[in-house]
DNA sequence: TAGATTGTTAATCGATTAACAATC
DNA sequence: TAGATTGTTAATCGATTAACAATC
């Protein structure tokens, strides 16, 4: 279907490293910057800059560099920014809450549409005007709304047999934040935020740093 | 000083993945496990994982494999399992508040020793046994107590002043939240936690998928 | 011993960097 | 036009995979 190659992770990785840059360099009310200028400021190499770029299209012009808003609504563009993904959140604990509290999700594009808990503690009260409703409620919210991303924040041990309930229901995108790979017989994107590994390389970093002194 | 090859940060974020299998292995009574075994449990090569073990030593044997709980150990001294660090988060909002509430940190040898914040409406409050004090009293704890790692989980716009304070104090490892890369004149390393990068390469992958249909 | 599987070297692959012609 | 900087090809580097002798 499509000729041209896919373009790695490693790339796609670094695109909301260069949104965020170029955010800020709206901000700062800059216009247009070269490959050479980004490359200093975020500490990679231009060549790496054009490269990157160049897997989506021409977005620069010779002799001038790239236009600073162009670019970032490109990079915006290529990362579905303008998608309107429907997400639900599982589990209100503090995970949860914290990612309902995060307002730049929204203006990224992923529009938060309900969250769900078990404790009746926590069922009825309002997030950002988004109500907490019951686990029952999540199998018929489903069936009958939009859910591209559910956003896993519930214990450990409920993960996996959540993550296929809601894979079954064709939910297609799952944001994991159990300390697991899951693995599912469903065609669904999964990306992990697996914080206690992030830890331990930070303890890794931190002794190799000690270690060398 | 060390005349060996620097491992590369591809192998290091990888170890933490093993770790996790090794520990399911050790639930399931399996005490042993070839470098095939594991390979296919994880879905990458053998080489890979012989590889990557070997950057630390042989740790296993010919013909047998290796040992599960003697790798387990092994991989965990590597990572640092047994140095206790000790850790403080500053910011007690949803995100602080699910950081201080993560069982198996402890368990990985990261050791909370206080919380910081500045809302009077949690200064006084015991989570996990650990009391919320005022950020005035910040930098007089890091003075007289041994602090290795701060975890930053303040507002986007506290966090730049926070991590160089922090930093000038002597703290030497950050675990940073915000969604910014910190850019520091002193010998400290960053470990980042960027959940809207995470959630943009969701959404990448999300179109990627649907577009391929 | 025969079979299995490691540790390690060599080959391959992919990603990053360098170079430069094209062109604004 | 001259200078700057891209887009893109080629060179380099590093990481992954394959192969196999060593050995349990």
Redesign the interface.
Known sequence: ??LKKKVSIAV??R???Y??YLADLLKMDITRISSKELSNR?GITASQIRQDLNCFGGFGQQGYGYNVELLYKEIGN????N?K?CTIIIGA???G???A??S??ES???SLKAIFDIDPELVGKKIKGIEILHMDALEEFIKSNKV??AMLCVPYEYTPELADKVARLGV??L?NFS???LKLPY?V???N???????????????E????K
């Open positions: 279907m499509d796609i990785r695109l909301p490293r949104y965020r975020m290529i990362l579905g920014v998608d993904f604990g503090n995970m809450q914290a990612l509290n995060y730049n999700f990224r594009g992923f591209d991303i297609k995108g944001w300390p697991m790979d065609d994107v999964i990306e935020v697996h914080l206690s590994d992030s830890l331990m390389v930070l303890g890794y970093k931190l002794s740093k000690l270690k060398n």
